[in-house]
């Protein structure tokens, strides 16, 4: 199993950013795709999460409304659409599956909210 997160990056508080995540090594469109953050010194936070076929989706309170999750099966990639960033949502982002209860995550990617 591999996962590679993409499209971190520093932005104005306000701005927006899209991160990808690129799956290999299992059978993407049977499982259901997670994002995740961490801060220094925080435990990891589910951010939202998307089911194996994409119709069905969850977020974290703090992000309703301002992040949008989706996956392209045929791409084997997840998406995290970030608009209306505040500084609170810098952290690094990691994406995560969880196939036979072993959870796999990615390298993560840095999302810095700053002026």
């Known amino acids: 199993v591999q996962l590679v997160e993409s499209g971190g990056g520093l932005v104005q508080p306000g701005g927006s950013l899209k991160l990808s995540c690129a799956a290999s090594g299992f059978t993407f469109s049977s499982y259901g795709m997670s994002w995740y953050r961490q801060t220094p010194g925080t435990e990891r936070e589910l951010v939202a999460a998307i089911s194996s076929t994409g119709g069905g989706t969850k977020y974290t309170d703090s992000v309703k409304g301002r992040f949008t999750i989706s996956r392209d099966n045929a791409k084997n990639t997840v998406y995290l659409q970030m608009n209306s960033l505040k500084p609170e949502d810098t952290a690094v982002f990691y994406c995560?599956?969880?196939?036979?209860?072993?959870?796999?995550w990615g390298q993560g990617t840095q999302v810095t909210v700053s002026s």
């Open positions: 995560n599956v969880r196939i036979r209860m072993v959870n796999y």
